[in-house]
């Protein structure tokens, strides 16, 4: 069975560009969350949706960041414009049903590094 | 924060011993979930644990949840090389409106040895 998807795995880019992460959850997940983890701020939720529709977005840092999710089995997280402290491992994940009382099921991430 | 905070935060041991972690939290649950991380890969799902029971057992890990000390504990029994990863508690907010999400703690950093 696949996984969540994630894309691209590793991305490089200079300061002020625009950034799009992009993710395929797990067919029939109806949860999709979004995380950023860093060293010093170790695994952060920035937003989530539950078919399709955003439910908590108070942990996005700014303006600068968006996320959507126009159908069931995709979802982008942009970031513009960009800056060196974005730089860090942005993981998307999905689960089905009472999202709490079941695992959640992460991609490999993205790497972003913003120079 | 309702993060969990997982204890220790590195931890390193020889191959064929037992490994223990642990992880508090600050509100009430309906459940606490571990998760364990490859360097360079996503999160995997270990164990969830709902907050009537008191112990879980997977193979070679065994949980066990105190909800009145809002403490839990993993076990890894007679570890191996490849179980060197992070390994993160995570659990809901039971009165909490935001339904679905959890809160991760920072993790423990698990090293075992050949």
């Known amino acids: 069975d696949a996984g969540v998807i994630q894309s691209p795995r590793h991305e490089v880019t200079e300061m002020g560009q625009e950034v799009t992460l992009r993710c395929k959850p797990i067919?029939?997940?109806?949860?999709l969350f979004w995380y950023r983890q860093t060293m010093m701020r170790g695994l952060e939720l920035l937003i989530y949706f539950n078919n399709n529709v955003p439910i908590d977005d108070s942990g996005m840092p700014e303006d600068r960041f968006s996320a959507k999710m126009p159908n069931a089995s995709f979802s982008t997280l942009k970031i513009q414009p960009s800056e060196p402290r974005d730089s860090a491992v942005y993981f998307c994940a999905s689960n089905a049903g009472q999202g709490f009382n079941q695992p959640q099921h992460f991609g490999d991430g993205t790497r972003l590094s913003i120079l | 924060s309702q993060q969990g905070e997982e204890d220790p935060q590195a931890l390193s041991i020889q191959e064929g011993e037992n490994a223990t972690m642990n992880c508090s939290y600050k509100?009430?649950?309906?459940?606490l979930q571990w998760y364990r991380q490859n360097s360079g890969r996503g999160l995997v799902h270990l164990i969830l644990?709902?907050?009537?029971?008191r112990e879980k057992h997977s193979g070679r890990l065994r949980v066990t949840l105190d909800t009145s000390k809002k403490s839990s504990s993993l076990l890894i029994t007679a570890s191996r090389a490849a179980d060197t990863a992070s390994y993160f508690c995570a659990t809901d907010n039971q009165r909490g409106s935001t339904l679905g999400r959890l809160y991760f703690g920072r993790g423990t950093q698990l090293t075992v040895w050949p």
């Open positions: 067919s029939g997940h109806d949860y």
């Open positions: 509100t009430s649950i309906n459940n």
């Open positions: 644990i709902r907050s009537n029971e």
